[in-house]
């Protein structure tokens, strides 16, 4: 047995994500044999374009969690994407309803990206659809270079956007946990995105917490996963797994997302106001 430690230097004001008291699952899409919403709100997804390039394929050979820290439930299936080479035939998972999450909500999913492209960003998981109401995406930057993740949202017709800081590689396993703050209407101080990043291959975890924002646009739109909801900008779809993709219409703590750091690992500096984790992986 190996033991693979990483060491990571984080301030300590991020190392929680603000909690609510009551946390509900909107959807909860497990990817384990169908496209079904194991949470029970009915928000069950079908594969758009016809389903071409979208299957549910095995997690052989993958760091997917299995089974998943928080829940305990086996993780044998996650969602393939492929993308041709015109990137115009792929398929990708929507909601057969609209869902409206509010100003405050996490969403949390498993992704591994196949290939980037100089041209197009990827969309992972969002209600962006300029044919109706664009509200959010989470998406990977690629087309201007900075290849990281990043969440964009409307205000009004204004589309606003927060860098994670974040980079990421292709054939890789990641599990991502973010958080939206944003209903702070009057003075926009305590809107906020807190971004969890877990490298599942090394254990390397990074958070960042980014404020101060104009206040979000609510409203209800479909959800896809995997590109974006409008039909028009199919080249933007991602290539690759995604997998136990989880959204809340609340801000979910650390100790309640999908994937948390390992208390006994956790150690506070209050001298140096520097927190070290310690995550270590077994294999």
């Known amino acids: 047995m190996t033991h693979l430690k990483h060491i990571i230097l984080l301030p ?75 990137e115009n035939t792929s398929g990708y998972a929507l909601t057969t309803n609209n869902v409206n999450l509010g100003a405050n909500f996490t969403v949390e999913s498993m992704f591994n990206v196949n290939s980037k492209s100089t041209s ?36 009004g017709s204004t589309s606003t956007f927060v860098d994670s800081g974040f980079s990421y590689d292709t054939n890789t396993d990641y599990y991502l946990g973010m958080t939206v703050d944003m209903d702070d209407t009057t003075t926009n101080a305590n809107n906020s995105v807190s971004f969890y990043l877990k490298n599942l291959e090394t254990g390397i975890v990074q958070q960042t917490l980014k404020s101060n924002y104009a206040d979000m646009k609510t409203g209800s739109s479909k959800i896809a996963i995997g590109g974006r909801v409008d039909f028009g900008y199919n080249s933007e779809n991602m290539s690759g797994q995604i997998d136990e993709v989880r959204i809340s219409d609340s801000l979910l703590s650390t100790s309640e997302l999908l994937v948390i750091p390992e208390p006994s690992t956790l150690v506070l500096v209050g001298i140096t106001g520097i927190a070290l984790l310690m995550f270590r992986k077994r294999k």
């Open 120 to 155: 197009h960003d990827i969309f992972l998981i969002n209600q962006w659809n300029n044919a109706g109401t664009p509200l959010w995406s989470i998406y990977l930057e690629t087309a201007d270079g900075s290849e990281q993740i990043r969440f964009v949202y409307k205000n």
């Open 12 to 86: 300590i004001g991020l190392l929680s994500i603000i909690a609510t008291s009551q946390a509900a699952t909107v959807a909860y899409w497990r990817f384990e044999g169908d496209y079904t919403d194991s949470s029970g709100a009915g928000n069950n997804l079908t594969p758009g374009n016809s389903g071409t390039g979208s299957s549910i394929v095995t997690t052989t050979g993958m760091d997917f969690f299995d089974p998943v820290p928080q829940t305990s439930a086996a993780n044998t299936q996650t969602y393939n994407k492929s993308r041709t080479a015109s």
